[in-house]
């Protein structure tokens, strides 16, 4: 069984900073590109980061590029995102994806495995 759980929420002032652990289990991490998506209220869930199974390849929204950094841990099937400066519009439900089946890695449709997500609120 499958599970991957998000951890690392939270209410934060905008310019603050937050990191976010997906930790998986009944899954080995390191065999595929996990990612990091977001839906905010009313909107769609949107594509955030991904990484390569060895982590050698990052890729990030334009909306977040330079002050979001994914990373993994693959010894503890982990994934992180470390976030900095954040600001309003990041506020979200931030979900850890896995299982990546090809295709577009910032369409939550090309991912087969989800967490339940953790929370982001960034105050002005």
């Known amino acids: 069984q499958v599970q991957l759980v998000e951890s690392g929420g939270g209410s934060v002032q905008a310019a603050g900073s937050l990191r976010l652990s997906c930790a998986t289990s009944?899954?080995?991490?390191?065999?595929?590109?996990m990612g990091w998506f977001r839906q905010a209220p009313g909107k769609e869930r949107e594509g955030v980061a991904a990484?390569?199974?060895?982590?050698?390849?990052?890729y990030y929204a334009d909306s977040v590029k330079g002050r979001f950094t994914i990373s993994r841990d693959n010894a503890a099937n982990t994934v992180y995102l470390q976030m900095n400066s954040l600001k309003p519009e990041d506020t979200a439900i931030y979900y850890c994806?896995?299982?990546?089946?090809?295709?577009?890695?910032?369409?939550?449709?090309?991912?087969?495995?989800w967490g339940q997500g953790t929370q982001v609120t960034v105050s002005s």
């Open positions: 009944g899954y080995s991490a390191s065999t595929n590109y």
């Open positions: 994806a896995a299982d990546w089946r090809g295709g577009s890695k910032f369409d939550p449709l090309n991912f087969n495995r």
């Open positions: 990484i390569s199974p060895l982590g050698g390849l990052k």
